[in-house]
C-alpha cells in the first residue's frame, strides 16, 4: 500500500523516464537514456518511501513515528505561545520522546492512543538537520489531542530534506489509536509530549519502534 500522496510522485516520475527513454530512442543521444535510468531508479525510491503498510496497535500508548528514539526527556512544557515557543504549564510535568525517522522508514505517522483532534497547527521555520539540538527552530506541525490520560502533544518536525509536513486529520475530529494523521516528506523527526504522572515509558535511546505497533508507554 502506498501513502496518500505517493502516486503523484511515482506516476510523474515515472513519466518522465518514458518521454525521456522514447527521445532516446529516436535521437540515439547516450545522456538521454542515462537520465531515463536514474528516473527509474528514483522511481523505486519512491515506492519504497511512500510504502505505508498495515499495522496492528498494540498495548498501551504506541509509537506515533517508525525510526529510532534520539532523546527521551522531562520538562515543565507542553503547550506554545504564538511564535510556536513552548510555555511552562503551572503544576504540571511531561514526558518528551522523540524519534528519528531517516529517508529508508516508513513515514506516515499514527495516532498513539485515541482521542479528539484539538487543533492543528503549523508553524514556518529553518530546515536544519532534524536530530541538531538547533531544530527547535524547524518548520514543524503541532498536533493537540484530548485524551483519556489528558492532553498530549504531537510536534512533526521538517528536517534538511523533509520540507512537506502533509496533515491527513482535521480538528474535532476522532482518531483511533494506530489511525494514519499525517506524512513527512522526505526524512525527519516526531516528538511525542505525555503528561509524566500518567504514563510510564517502556522504550530507551537509540531503540527502534514502528509507528502504530511499538509500545513505547503504559498507562499508570
Request: charged fraction near 20%.
Given at each position: 500500500?502506498?501513502?496518500?500522496?505517493?502516486?503523484?510522485?511515482?506516476?510523474?516520475?515515472?513519466?518522465?523516464?518514458?518521454?525521456?527513454?522514447?527521445?532516446?530512442?529516436?535521437?540515439?543521444?547516450?545522456?538521454?537514456?542515462?537520465?531515463?535510468?536514474?528516473?527509474?531508479?528514483?522511481?523505486?525510491?519512491?515506492?519504497?518511501?511512500?510504502?505505508?503498510?498495515?499495522?496492528?496497535?498494540?498495548?498501551?500508548?504506541?509509537?506515533?513515528?517508525?525510526?529510532?528514539?534520539?532523546?527521551?526527556t522531562t520538562s515543565d512544557t507542553s503547550?506554545?505561545?504564538?511564535?510556536?515557543?513552548?510555555?511552562?504549564?503551572?503544576?504540571?510535568?511531561?514526558?518528551?520522546?522523540?524519534?528519528?525517522?531517516?529517508?529508508?522508514?516508513?513515514?506516515?505517522?499514527?495516532?498513539?492512543?485515541?482521542?479528539?483532534?484539538?487543533?492543528?497547527?503549523?508553524?514556518?521555520?529553518?530546515?536544519?538537520?532534524?536530530?541538531?539540538?538547533?531544530?527547535?527552530?524547524?518548520?514543524?506541525?503541532?498536533?493537540?489531542?484530548?485524551?483519556?490520560?489528558?492532553?498530549?502533544?504531537?510536534?512533526?518536525?521538517?528536517?534538511?530534506?523533509?520540507?512537506?509536513?502533509?496533515?491527513?486529520?482535521?480538528?474535532?475530529?476522532?482518531?483511533?489509536?494506530?489511525?494514519?494523521?499525517?506524512?513527512?516528506?522526505?526524512?525527519?523527526?516526531?516528538?511525542?509530549?505525555?503528561?509524566?504522572?500518567?504514563?510510564?515509558?517502556?522504550?530507551?535511546?537509540?531503540?527502534?519502534?514502528?509507528?502504530?505497533?511499538?509500545?513505547?508507554?503504559?498507562?499508570?
Amino acid at each position: 500500500m502506498l501513502a496518500q500522496g505517493g502516486h503523484n510522485w511515482i506516476l510523474g516520475t515515472l513519466l518522465i523516464s518514458s518521454l525521456t527513454l522514447l527521445i532516446f530512442i529516436l535521437t540515439k543521444m547516450l545522456i538521454l537514456l542515462a537520465i531515463s535510468l536514474i528516473l527509474l531508479l528514483l522511481v523505486c525510491f519512491f515506492m519504497l518511501f511512500f510504502r505505508d503498510p498495515e499495522r496492528v496497535p498494540s498495548r498501551g500508548i504506541v509509537a506515533p513515528a517508525d525510526g529510532r528514539i534520539i532523546s527521551i526527556t522531562t520538562s515543565d512544557t507542553s503547550k506554545y505561545d504564538s511564535k510556536g515557543q513552548i510555555k511552562r504549564p503551572k503544576n504540571q510535568r511531561f514526558i518528551r520522546i522523540a524519534t528519528f525517522m531517516s529517508v529508508f522508514n516508513v513515514h506516515v505517522n499514527r495516532a498513539p492512543i485515541s482521542g479528539k483532534v484539538l487543533s492543528i497547527t503549523h508553524k514556518p521555520g529553518k530546515f536544519l538537520p532534524a536530530y541538531k539540538s538547533e531544530s527547535k527552530n524547524n518548520e514543524r506541525v503541532i498536533t493537540t489531542f484530548k485524551t483519556k490520560i489528558g492532553k498530549i502533544i504531537i510536534i512533526q518536525i521538517a528536517g534538511i530534506l523533509a520540507q512537506r509536513i502533509i496533515p491527513y486529520i482535521h480538528p474535532n475530529e476522532y482518531l483511533k489509536k494506530g489511525q494514519r494523521l499525517g506524512i513527512i516528506q522526505f526524512g525527519s523527526r516526531v516528538d511525542l509530549i505525555l503528561p509524566k504522572n500518567r504514563v510510564k515509558i517502556l522504550v530507551k535511546n537509540h531503540q527502534r519502534v514502528f509507528a502504530g505497533s511499538t509500545t513505547v508507554a503504559e498507562i499508570i
